[in-house]
Each structure stands twice: as structure tokens, then as C-alpha cells.
């Protein structure tokens, strides 16, 4: 086996390999497809070599790295240079970890297919013609492709675990508020959550247990005592009780996503877990209400992009002009687009109608999640609705890139726990079975998720085969 | 046609104090910023870089607590913080974090002495939120100006903006009740009520209505005004303007207007139909303050003794005049200064007194708190004593003051060095008065020809032979003596 198909914990427990030699597995994997599948928006030069085993790891453009470029893939920060670390990337350079590069992103983390980045869209190791999902593609890709074992993301409606599932690789959102947002560029802050990206379950959990923890400098961050994620990965799942949502295999689902997720619950029966179908109304509202909620959250955060203290500026002897000329220059449409309807529904004369109303239907989705999670210990589903589109499909057409999500968003809205597995293939490209858990049973959904793991063997090398025998460009035109 | 003056007058008036935390109200930054170079006082959370993130200063609360209670107001056990979004240089998130649909507290009220009695001025809300950041625009006039520059030292300083309702119906009583209400900021240490600095900031709404026909005139909000007096005065300006709306001027309509004090006059600012709409909604990067009972009840304990108790004390205590009382608690620190003065001397109303007139002119002409002066308790009350000694006359004694606030020196060094210390000799009165009273035997003639006003000549004569320092009474005496002695 490769280095860089190794995963996290592989490279760690194994005994003979040197620490340079890691570092030149990466790099050189880096260097090797990079050209093709285009994850990163900065690479790090190669430092020196490390005394012991680097813990290599990429980073998402939206999380601030001290001294280095945070563009958020929008030109507006094209070259905004971070003023201090994140607390995930303090965390992660207090334990040792090595972080090579900045991926690729949808612009302020909006939309479904790295798309959006003003810079170029990242390409899908598994089939180069196709996104890599998003918003977080790039670091879905670049794990999914071998240049890094782990990565961060971000996740506001599903951009950590949609592109995982469309890369298979595995992509967590951890409970809403015990991964710290300080250092985190805000898109919308009651539903952003950092996670990680990782070609094992495992990896997943150690690298939360990494990053997670109360801290002072986000006020949202909980309470709540830094728990252990990787406690409860081996506990049989016998007796556990599940339900699946009617709502989530309509018709709205790919039938070949849908067979495969009804084989993996099968499977999961066999194991002795108990799983139900349930109805739960509010699903279908779910996309309604954050489309409302995020670019209303959206409009504000971006308010400070303004051409006064940093980032692209463009003057005026009017200051109104200055303000509008830099933000039509620096903002592409899809953000722009979120801008204008989050002003919108917060405007005098509709925030009743839009923005309340949907505050107070989120609180009844999340009622709804209670409800379901008083008889159950998950909400199992699909994770996307398709498997990976081709690049340019959708990007005409907001509304279908918006239903990309409309399985994974409801978790935001709630706060809850959800992972995304990789279960099978379909078309020749991966599948992801979602698993929401209640809020702070963040080790049950990685207990579940590593059982589903393990039953269906997935191979998370093959988008780097793919890559490696240039199958990749098979279905281009 | 004859300007009426019977308009009613309605104002009420918008307060931003800046409290006196250490730290900013989102972050960690210091709240002291007037010393330092610009943006040097800054973070990445008061100078919006992305990914900050606020944190509510917990001592800021404390504050509005205090100052909520201390206004009679209900303090809300639920508020929360809403973003208030607008675009300005000096605003560097794009949005203020302040309290827009769950405020800190409601429902107060701050009793007011008016020329026609006590008053109430209900309090209708008291928030939080955060200061802006400075523009220092390149000439003097922002529309003259070919650039501005933004400080963001004073960015993030937390405020407590406190509204009245529109209870005020004379420019006199918005000034009594900003005097009032700066007294009480001050009491309780939350506010250092500097309204030339900016530390307590006023807006005024005004109007006027008509009490026959019950029409009102547009209200207008008048900002910039930085001094007492200047409530009074931007209020008076605007109250006679407005009148001209009943004349049928077309010119007073809804706005926002400027005071310049100058020019002494308000000039137009913005209009109605630049208002902005704030799109306010709930801030999502601060949970909201759930406060206890208990927290609030611990904050009640900690209050000091607000003014109009202790006017009432020192009326009981001390058996002083209300007037007297009142000027003395019109400020904490005089307050402080009359009672430390009279634990050490016991005429409480000869203290009272030397304070309203020696002291307060003293205290008026150098623009300080007697706590920002070298006078203490103990120099006041060693003048006395030294009056009642007769070691000083009264008028000695004033000079005395004078120079102790200039030095610092205490009234017996001040004696000692510049001799100033009473003639009560008699014996050596008494030669001096013999001698005046030889050297002007006309005026002697004139006296005893029935012009008794001429003793106060001699009296006159023999204070300026002694630079004052002749025991007065004595002087008296001995000149009646000397004039009214048979001649020898």
C-alpha cells in the first residue's frame, strides 16, 4: 500500500516508514494530480524535515491560518492575509499537526459544487469531468484524491458531508457548538459548524477530539465536557433503534442511491438493530426555511466587506459608490444573490413574513427532530439526492443546485450531530448514507457509522485508481 | 398676526453613556483609548476581521444593571442582542450589535424637580449595544472634505442607551433631567457623564402641538449637543423654529437635525425619507442573557445611597436648608467632601455654606470635582477652626482657601509663611487706631459732629495699616473707644 492511500491512523500506528517520507508521499501525490483535480487554492511550501511523523492535514480557505491567505475563494479577499489562527488551527498546530495547503471552496462557502469559487472549480478524483460537491469540494477532493488524509470543512446546509458523499470519502458535522467558530469566516453563524473530512471513520473522530472543545472565544461554543468521539466506534450496534424518514426516500431520490441505502439498512437489521420508517412533515419545509435563514445571516456577516480596512477596495469620492462598486466587483453572483434575498427578508414589511415565520418554523422542525429522537437513537437517509453531477450542469439553474442539499440541511437547522459514509457505488461513482444522531450523542453517530463501515467495506481508494488510470476523463465529452 | 407662545412643548430624549468597564463590550481590548495613536486600541473582533467573533463583557451588564435599578426600571430576566445593520466607515462589522426587541430593561422612571415641583419622566427603556468607531474627516466639514480617516479605538466601547418618553415639556427640563440623570451615572460609578467628551451623549425628539386644536408639528430629533447648556439652548432654537410650523412654514418637516454651536443654531442633517431601514434580527453569534433574580437582587445590594436620599439625610442629619442639601448632593464627590467635613467639624450649615460659595466658585473657575483638586477635608476644616479661634477673620480666610487650592499647602502654613495671622493685641490695635485717629482730626470732627457714618473710615484706615489682619471686632471696638472718649 501506498503512503498516501494510508489513512491517518494507518500512517501513525505504522512502524516503518519515516517521518520525510511521509511528507514526501504527500507532496509528491500533490504534485502528481494536482493539475488534474485542482483542491487547493494555496499550497504550502515543503518545510524542512519534520523530527517525527508529520500529521498532514488541508485546511478550507474559509478558516483563518496566521500569515497566510484566507480568501474564501472570493475575490474580495483575494488577498486578505489572516491575522491570526483560527482556534481549530491553534488546536491543530498544538498537537503536531502539519497543514499543507488551502482548499478550494464554493465563494463564501455558498453553494453545492465548488462552482462558485471565483478562482476555478475542483474537479472529482472519481471522475474529473464531475464536481467534487461543496461547498467544501476542495478538501472532500483532496482527501478523496490522496493528497491529504484529513481535512477541514465547513458545514452551513451539508457542504462538509454532501461533497464527502460525493467523493466517498467520510465528512462529519460535529453537534452545533462544540467545535469552535472563532477564526471560522461566517456565512450563516447559527448554522455554520467546522468538521472533519477523513477516508475512515476513525480518523474522523480522532481528528474531532482534536479540534472540539469549549472555548472562550465563541460565545455559542457549549458547555459541555470535551467528550471522547472515538469512545463508542467499536460498541455493537445490536438493539440500537432507527428511523428512516419517508420523507427522504421519495421521489426526489436517485433509485440507484435509494437501492443501495435500503441494502445497507438490511444489513444493518442483520446486525440487530431495530429500524422503523417514520414520517417527519417538516423535512420538506426544511430547504424553505434556510434558504430564508442562511442568506438573512449571510447578508449581515458579509456587511464587513466593505473596502474600508481589508480586502479588495475599490474607490470613490462617494463613499456609497466606494461601498457599491467594490462589492459588485469583489462578490460573484451566487453570493450576491443570497445578499440581496437575506436583505430582503429581513426588510421592514416582510421580516414578519419571511424571516420570523421561518425562525418559528425552524423551531418546530426541531421539535419534530425531538420527537422522533424520543423513541429513536438515529435518523438514517440518504445523504444526497444524485451522485456527483457534471461540472456546468447545474450552475444555470440555482433552485436544483439548492435541492442538492435538501436532506442534509434539516441537521443544521436542528443542530444535531450527522456523518456521511461512503456505502456503495452507483454509475460508478460514490454513494453517502447520512446518520443523524441527537444533539451531543456525537460518539453514537460515529458508533453507528463505523458498524455501517465496516459491513460494507468500502473501498476509498478507488477515486485515487480512478485518477491514477486517467479513467477518470472516460465519461467526458 | 401675533406669534403665540402657548404651544405646548413635548420632548423626550435618547441617552448613550459609555460605561466604565475596563474592557470593550465584545472583547478584550481596553476601554481607555483617548491617549493612544489611532487603531492601536484594536482586535480582530472590534475591527470586524472575518471569523471574530463577540463576547459579552459580563461586567457591562452589571452596569446597566445598576443603572437600570437605579432608574427605577424592571430589569428583563430574558433580553437578548439584535444586529442593527447600516453601512459607515466608522462601523466596521456592518452591522451594531445592540438590543432592539428584548431590551435590558423597561418601564422606568427618574423624578425631576421642575420650577413647578417635583415631576416624573418615565424611562422607557435602557440597552446595551457597542460604541462606533471615529471619523476624523481631512477639513472641517465632512461634505468639504477630500478624505476621511477612521479610528477604531473608541470601536466596541460598550454603551447603555437609555430612552425617556416624551415627558420633558420645557428645554429647562431635559436639562434638569440630563443633569439629574449624569448625577446618578455617576453615583453609581457606571458612567463618567463627560458630555464634552462624548462619554454621555444626547439626542432630543421635539415637537410642539397645538392645545386648542390638538394639531402637532413633525418631530424632529436633534443630535450633536455636547454640553448642558446646549440642551437647553439647541432646544430652545428648535422650539421657536418649530413654531413657524403653525404659521404654515413648509419648511419644518420630519428630520434629523444638527446642532453647530457656533453658529448656535440646529441645521438640517437627514431627512425622513433617508431613514434607513435597520433590518434588525436576533444576533446569532450571542446566546440570549437569561439573568437571575438573585444576580439582580445582589446588584440592588451593591447600589450607594442615590442623591435624593441623601438629600433627604442631610436635611434630618445635618439640619440644613434643601437647598442647601441639594447642591451639596449634586455631586457625589461634594457629597462625599461636606460629610467628611463635618465628621471632623460640627457646624454642619458654617461647612454648607463655605462649600456653596467658596468652594463652588473655586471648583466652577478651574472646571474640576473636588476630587480632581489639592483641597481636602482637612483643609476646610483647619480654615474654620482657625476662624473660630480668631487666629483669621473670614475675609483673611477666603484668601487663605484661595491659595491652599492653588498649593495644596494647609491653612496654617499658609498663615504662618505670608504672616497673615490676626492682630486680637488690643494694645497694639490701640496704637494704631490713636495714630489714625490723630492724623485725620477732620473726619474726628466730623464724626462728633453727628456724621456716624465716618467710623467705617477709621475702621477702613486701620484694616489697611494691618493688611486686614486686625481682629475686626476689636477694631470696632476700639475705634468706638477712641472717638468716643472725651478729648484729652
Redesign the interface.
Known amino acids: 500500500m501506498k503512503i498516501y492511500e494510508m489513512t491517518y491512523s494507518e500512517i501513525e500506528t505504522s512502524k516503518d516508514i519515516r517521518p520525510d517520507e511521509v511528507l514526501d508521499a504527500f507532496y509528491n501525490r500533490i504534485t502528481d494530480v494536482e493539475d488534474k483535480v485542482k483542491a487547493f487554492i494555496s499550497i504550502y511550501e515543503r518545510r524542512e524535515n519534520p523530527k517525527t511523523k508529520p500529521k498532514i492535514i488541508a485546511v478550507k480557505d474559509n478558516i483563518l491560518v496566521e500569515g497566510k491567505k484566507t480568501t474564501c475563494a472570493s475575490k474580495i479577499l483575494e488577498s486578505f492575509i489572516a491575522p491570526y489562527d483560527a482556534t481549530v488551527v491553534g488546536k491543530l498546530k498544538e498537537n503536531g499537526f502539519y497543514i499543507v495547503g488551502k482548499t478550494n471552496m464554493d465563494e463564501f462557502a455558498m453553494g453545492s459544487s465548488t462552482e462558485n469559487s471565483a478562482f476555478f472549480p475542483t474537479h472529482n478524483p472519481w471522475s474529473i469531468s464531475r464536481v467534487p460537491g461543496g461547498s467544501s469540494g476542495g478538501s472532500a477532493a483532496a482527501v478523496a484524491a490522496g493528497e491529504v488524509p484529513l481535512a477541514l470543512g465547513s458545514d452551513t446546509g451539508g457542504s462538509i458531508r454532501q461533497p464527502a458523499a460525493f467523493c466517498g470519502v467520510v465528512g462529519f458535522k460535529p453537534t452545533y457548538g462544540l467545535i469552535s467558530r472563532y477564526g471560522l469566516v461566517a456565512f450563516g453563524s447559527s448554522l455554520d459548524q467546522i468538521g472533519g473530512f477523513a477516508r475512515s471513520v476513525e480518523d474522523v473522530a480522532k481528528l474531532s477530539n482534536i479540534i472540539a472543545g469549549k472555548e472562550d472565544l465563541d460565545s455559542t461554543s457549549l458547555n459541555n465536557s470535551v467528550e471522547d468521539f472515538t469512545r463508542l466506534l467499536k460498541r455493537p450496534i445490536k438493539g440500537l433503534k432507527i428511523a428512516i424518514p419517508r420523507e427522504f426516500m421519495s421521489n426526489a431520490l436517485d433509485k440507484g442511491i435509494k437501492d443501495q441505502i435500503e441494502k445497507t439498512i438490511y444489513k444493518v437489521e442483520d446486525e440487530g438493530a431495530v429500524v422503523e420508517e417514520v414520517s417527519m412533515k417538516m423535512m420538506d419545509y426544511a430547504t424553505a426555511i434556510y434558504y430564508i435563514i442562511a442568506p438573512a445571516e449571510a447578508s449581515s456577516n458579509l456587511s464587513r466587506y466593505d473596502g474600508v480596512r481589508y480586502g479588495l477596495s475599490k474607490s470613490d469620492p462617494s463613499l456609497k459608490h466606494q461601498y457599491m462598486k467594490t462589492r459588485d466587483a469583489g462578490f460573484g453572483p451566487e453570493v450576491k444573490r443570497r445578499i440581496m434575498i437575506g436583505t430582503f427578508t429581513l426588510s421592514a414589511g416582510y421580516y414578519e413574513a419571511y424571516f420570523e415565520k421561518a425562525q418559528r418554523a425552524r423551531t418546530k422542525l426541531i421539535k419534530e427532530f425531538n420527537d422522533v429522537f424520543s423513541k429513536y437513537d438515529y435518523i438514517v437517509g440518504p445523504t444526497t439526492p444524485t451522485v456527483a453531477f457534471k461540472i456546468g450542469e447545474k450552475v444555470e439553474n440555482p433552485l436544483q443546485m439548492y435541492l442538492q442539499d435538501i436532506y442534509t440541511i434539516p441537521a443544521n437547522l436542528a443542530g444535531i450531530p450527522a456523518i456521511s459514509v461512503p456505502i456503495g457505488i452507483v454509475d460508478g461513482l460514490p454513494v453517502g448514507l447520512q446518520i443523524m444522531g441527537k444533539r451531543f450523542k456525537d460518539a453514537e453517530v460515529l458508533n453507528l457509522a463505523y458498524a455501517v463501515e465496516q459491513m460494507v467495506n468500502f473501498d476509498y481508494t478507488g477515486g485515487m485508481k480512478k485518477l491514477d488510470e486517467g479513467l477518470g476523463d472516460e465519461d467526458e465529452k | 398676526m401675533k406669534m403665540r407662545n402657548d404651544y405646548k412643548i413635548v420632548i423626550g430624549l435618547e441617552i448613550h453613556a459609555q460605561l466604565l468597564t475596563k474592557t470593550k463590550m465584545f472583547c478584550g481590548c481596553s476601554t481607555e483609548y483617548s491617549f493612544d495613536d489611532p487603531n492601536t486600541n484594536v482586535c480582530?473582533v472590534c475591527?470586524?476581521?472575518?471569523?471574530?467573533?463577540?463576547?459579552?463583557n459580563e461586567q457591562a451588564i452589571r452596569f446597566g444593571v445598576k443603572a437600570a435599578l437605579a432608574l427605577n426600571c424592571r430589569v428583563n430576566l430574558y433580553s437578548r442582542f439584535d444586529?442593527k445593520?447600516y453601512?459607515y466607515?466608522d462601523l466596521?462589522?456592518?452591522?451594531q450589535i445592540s438590543q432592539y426587541k428584548y431590551p435590558l430593561a423597561e418601564h422606568g422612571y427618574l423624578p425631576i424637580e421642575t420650577p413647578n415641583g417635583e415631576k416624573k419622566v418615565r424611562i422607557r427603556r435602557l440597552h446595551l449595544e457597542e460604541d462606533a468607531g471615529k471619523l476624523i474627516h481631512q477639513s472641517d466639514k465632512i461634505d468639504t472634505a477630500e478624505y476621511s480617516l477612521?479610528d477604531l479605538n473608541r470601536a466596541g466601547i460598550p454603551l447603555a442607551e437609555i430612552v425617556t418618553e416624551p415627558d420633558m415639556a420645557s428645554p429647562r427640563e431635559a436639562r434638569i433631567f440630563m443633569e439629574k440623570l449624569r448625577n446618578i451615572l455617576r453615583y453609581i460609578d457606571v458612567c463618567n457623564g463627560n458630555l464634552e467628551e462624548g462619554s454621555l451623549r444626547c439626542d432630543a425628539n421635539i415637537s410642539l402641538v397645538d392645545p386648542e386644536t390638538g394639531r402637532s408639528t413633525p418631530r424632529i430629533e436633534v443630535k450633536n449637543i455636547n454640553s448642558f447648556k446646549f440642551v437647553e439652548h439647541a432646544l430652545e432654537y428648535e422650539a421657536n423654529r418649530l413654531r413657524r410650523f403653525f404659521e404654515g412654514d413648509k419648511d419644518v418637516v420630519r428630520e434629523t437635525r444638527g446642532w453647530d454651536s457656533k453658529l448656535q443654531m440646529t441645521i438640517s442633517q437627514r431627512g425622513k425619507e433617508e431613514e434607513n431601514?435597520y433590518?434588525?434580527?436576533?444576533e446569532?453569534?450571542?446566546?440570549p442573557i437569561v439573568l437571575r433574580e438573585e444576580f439582580i437582587e445582589e446588584i440592588k445590594g451593591e447600589l450607594p445611597e442615590l442623591p435624593d436620599a441623601k438629600k433627604k439625610r442631610f436635611m434630618q442629619m445635618y439640619n440644613i436648608p434643601e437647598y442647601d442639601a441639594s447642591i451639596l448632593v449634586s455631586s457625589k464627590e461634594l457629597a462625599n467632601f461636606f460629610e467628611e467635613c463635618c465628621a471632623k467639624y460640627d457646624k454642619p450649615k458654617i461647612v454648607s455654606n463655605w462649600i456653596m460659595t467658596e468652594v463652588l466658585r473655586e471648583l466652577k473657575e478651574r472646571g474640576v470635582e473636588i476630587n480632581e483638586t489639592k483641597i481636602t477635608s482637612k483643609h476646610l476644616v483647619e480654615l474654620l477652626k482657625e476662624i473660630d479661634k480668631g487666629t483669621i477673620s473670614a475675609n483673611t480666610a477666603k484668601s487663605v482657601l484661595e491659595r491652599a487650592f492653588e498649593t495644596g499647602e494647609m491653612p496654617n502654613e499658609i498663615v504662618e509663611k505670608q504672616g497673615l495671622k490676626q492682630i486680637s493685641n488690643a494694645d497694639e490695635i490701640r496704637k494704631i487706631v490713636q495714630k489714625v485717629v490723630e492724623e485725620n482730626p477732620k473726619v474726628v470732627a466730623q464724626y462728633r459732629g453727628g456724621k456716624t457714618k465716618a467710623m467705617a473710615f477709621f475702621i477702613g484706615q486701620v484694616m489697611k495699616v494691618t493688611r486686614g489682619k486686625a481682629n475686626p471686632k476689636m477694631v470696632n471696638q476700639l475705634v468706638k473707644e477712641a472717638l468716643e472718649s472725651p478729648e484729652e
Open positions: 480582530p475591527m470586524g476581521m472575518p471569523g471574530a467573533l463577540p463576547i459579552t444586529r445593520n453601512f466607515p466596521p462589522k456592518g452591522y477612521v431601514d433590518r434588525y434580527f436576533p446569532p453569534d450571542i446566546p
